[in-house]
């Protein structure tokens, strides 16, 4: 008689969302190790048995765009909405930190980018936001790209608004790097609002002559405000039939969060968002947290406390909603930039993933279930060459959140309105790597079953 196998793990009974294929399955799934070992429509035998009737089984959402950089507060905010994965690196990279991840492990999956404008300028000694590089120390930057991208780095990421000296040829010398390594490009814009699509002509032109991919971040925060997003769609659309090769994210909140410092606020800012101006910002972290902004408070802050976060509400939701209804424009949370610790900072860092399904699915039916869950699982895994997340099949990483379709939701808020991290209802598992990381709705004790992510393509 053959005898029964054992699985480390089993998720029996529930609603298993298949992202390949794009259907719904009722399947059992046996995890062994680190892996998706079973996925069978007959009871499988664990040594532990989650029994997840009734509740929807997806493959652990990626966020691929996030400034947690190994914050351990940062990913605890994360997992408990359902983010196994998360890439990083568009602010600072600490190699420190890096091997510590990477030997040690961390509580969920964390790669990341290598910032042009914050890591390699800073590599050649460039101090100024403001300055041009020269053509010696474009060349630097270029010989450390391609060691980033020989160990593995995600991609090249650019921040055009926060580092204005960045060149042209400076964008397209190194995005030419991320092109021979097979790797992505990440832009966020040179300006917002009504003079984002001024600079829209750069973006094609860096795609057109390097061939990279590229893919351009924030959309909602970028031109979802003063009547733009229609035109930036529209251009998006006329490039891709014209065979470029570019997608998008956007989050899901209409205002944005951004330190007070940045090139965001330089002179003249208010013109981007349709005459909106100081009274629209609230002071989102240190001792003025909730305060709605005045010039004053806005100078004050700007010269003496440049990192403090603001945000910014100037979004239309109607933008957010044209948005995501384009297939080649995923979510992410965007989320713990700046100074990040409890009670600061924007709800993406707690209620992305859930507002997405809860809201815009499942009470306005802007979206199905299904393409929600592709826009934050198979489709970005797949545009940046991560190839062991993103769908369960078996043989493929025990990355997996089941969730409660009638009750998910966000619950985080602005700081004028509640907390930030407030964690959301409706998340009741999330599997890393086969470790359970929230059980029932709580955080466990496992804080290492994330490992480092590197992309060799």
């Known amino acids: 008689m053959e005898e029964t196998k054992?699985?480390?793990?089993?998720?029996?009974?529930?609603?298993?969302?298949?992202?390949?294929?794009?259907?719904?399955?009722?399947?059992?799934?046996g995890i062994d190790g680190d892996r998706i070992?079973?996925?069978?429509?007959?009871?499988?035998t664990g040594r532990r048995v989650i029994d997840a009737a009734g509740k929807m089984i997806s493959p652990g959402f990626l966020d691929f765009h996030s400034h947690v950089d190994g914050n351990p507060y940062a990913a605890e905010c994360l997992v408990q909405q359902g983010g196994t994965t998360t890439l990083g690196g568009e602010r600072n990279l600490n190699g420190k930190l890096i091997k510590k991840i990477a030997e040690e492990g961390f509580i969920i999956n964390h790669g990341f980018f290598i910032s042009q404008s914050f890591v390699l300028r800073d590599?050649?000694?460039?101090?100024?936001?403001?300055?041009?590089?020269?053509?010696?120390?474009?060349?630097?930057?270029?010989?450390l790209a391609e060691r980033f991208m020989e160990f593995g780095?995600?991609?090249i990421c650019f921040p055009l608004e926060l580092i204005p000296g960045v060149s042209k040829k400076e964008l397209i010398e190194l995005s030419k790097v991320a092109k021979a390594y097979h790797k992505i490009v990440t832009i966020?814009?040179?300006?917002?609002g009504t003079e984002a699509l001024d600079h829209f002509d750069e973006i094609l032109e860096v795609a057109a002559e390097t061939g990279a991919k590229v893919h351009l971040l924030e959309l909602m925060y970028m031109v979802g405000m003063a009547g733009m997003m229609p035109k930036a769609l529209e251009a998006i659309d006329a490039a891709r039939r014209n065979g470029l090769d570019i997608t998008a994210d956007s989050g899901v909140y209409e205002a944005f969060t951004v330190c007070i410092g940045t090139g965001v606020f330089d002179a003249g800012?208010?013109?981007?968002?349709?005459?909106?101006?100081?009274?629209?910002?609230?002071?989102?972290?240190?001792?003025?947290?909730?305060?709605?902004?005045?010039?004053?408070?806005?100078?004050?802050?700007?010269?003496?406390?440049?990192?403090?976060?603001?945000?910014?509400?100037?979004g239309d939701r109607d933008a957010l909603t044209m948005a995501l209804k384009k297939d080649y424009?995923?979510?992410?949370?965007?989320?713990?930039?700046?100074?990040?610790?409890?009670?600061?900072?924007?709800?993406?860092?707690?209620?992305?993933?859930?507002?997405?399904?809860?809201?815009?699915?499942?009470?306005?039916?802007?979206?199905?279930?299904?393409?929600?869950?592709?826009k934050i699982t198979i489709l970005p895994a797949k545009r940046f060459g991560l190839t062991q997340i993103g769908s369960i099949e078996v043989g493929k990483n025990a990355d997996i959140v089941i969730f409660d379709y009638d009750t998910i939701i966000d619950r985080a808020d602005y700081v004028n309105a509640g907390r930030p991290d407030e964690p959301p209802l409706g998340i009741d598992y999330v599997i890393v790597n086969g470790c359970v990381v929230v059980d029932q709705g709580r955080l466990t004790d496992q804080r290492a079953s994330g490992r480092f992510v590197t992309v060799n393509q």
């Not at 529930?14 to 059992?28: C, F, K, M, P, S």
């Not at 590599?123 to 010989?143: C, H, P, R, T, W």
């Not at 966020?188 to 917002?192: A, Q």
Request: proline letters at 5%.
């Open 6 to 29: 054992v699985y480390d793990l089993v998720l029996a009974n529930g609603t298993v969302i298949d992202v390949v294929e794009g259907r719904y399955l009722r399947a059992h799934i």
């Open 123 to 143: 590599a050649v000694g460039i101090k100024s936001l403001y300055a041009n590089a020269s053509d010696k120390e474009i060349a630097a930057m270029a010989q």
């Open 188 to 192: 966020h814009m040179r300006k917002d």
């Open 153 to 155: 780095a995600c991609g």
């Open 329 to 374: 424009i995923y979510v992410s949370t965007n989320a713990a930039d700046g100074p990040f610790y409890p009670a600061s900072g924007s709800p993406e860092i707690a209620g992305t993933f859930p507002r997405l399904i809860g809201r815009y699915v499942r009470q306005d039916r802007e979206l199905t279930l299904m393409e929600a869950i592709r």
């Open 269 to 314: 800012w208010q013109r981007g968002y349709a005459g909106k101006g100081y009274e629209s910002l609230i002071v989102s972290s240190g001792i003025h947290t909730g305060e709605r902004c005045d010039e004053t408070l806005f100078r004050e802050l700007r010269e003496n406390s440049p990192a403090t976060l603001v945000t910014a509400f100037v």
């Open 37 to 44: 070992a079973a996925l069978s429509p007959e009871p499988l």
